[in-house]
């Protein structure tokens, strides 16, 4: 992984139309609306890049996520909804899958978010990972869990992840956010 860099996608540098994930919504994405969403402030595209090559990438952007009676009385809110960041959009090259390159890009997209949910009001981070069980037990492996949300489809699954309030992380752990 030494050889891989994150960076904020830019077409002029970034080559988008090599890459190929198995999933063409999620390529498509990459090719054509990423860089305009990004343009517009509507969510802001990391890629994981070898030279111009684009390995991976992920889009994220402010949302909220609707949660149970239960889920509210465990973390005290009033709301039915609350602050959460969506993950639209993540992919692997085909090329770069089981190579724990996704590993990777989930952990660039935890840290960065348990960092910014320390500055904003944000208790989720969630995304919809594509139906294959491998796939599902793979990301409960990071404590995401399926939920129900409103954007139903049949080949994806939507799933949380609980972010950490100031006060559930040890000294140390708040010390390497910064």
């Not at 509507?42 to 889009?59: E, F, I, N």
């Not at 904003?120 to 796939?135: E, N, P, Q, S, T």
């Not at 793979?138 to 994806?156: A, G, H, L, M, S």
């Amino acid at each position: 992984m030494n050889s891989f860099v994150w960076e904020v996608l830019d077409r002029d540098k970034h080559d988008v139309q090599g890459f190929s994930s198995g999933y063409e919504e999620f390529d498509e994405y990459l090719r054509r609306d990423a860089v305009l969403d990004q343009a517009g402030g509507l969510s802001q595209t990391r890629v994981l890049c070898k030279g111009r090559v684009v390995v991976a990438y992920y889009s994220s952007k402010c949302s909220k996520l609707e949660i149970n009676e239960t889920e509210r009385m465990k973390i005290g809110s009033k709301d039915q909804s609350v602050p959460a960041v969506e993950i639209p959009m993540l992919a692997v090259d085909h090329r770069f899958q089981r190579n724990r390159v996704g590993t990777e890009v989930l952990t660039e997209i935890i840290l960065r978010t348990v960092y910014l949910s320390q500055f904003l009001g944000c208790r989720y981070l969630f995304l919809r990972a594509v139906k294959a069980d491998w796939l599902i037990q793979w990301y409960r492996k990071f404590e995401f869990v399926p939920i129900q949300f409103e954007v139903v489809d049949e080949y994806t699954q939507p799933m949380s992840f609980k972010l950490p309030t100031v006060r559930e992380l040890s000294q140390e752990e708040f010390e390497d956010l910064f």
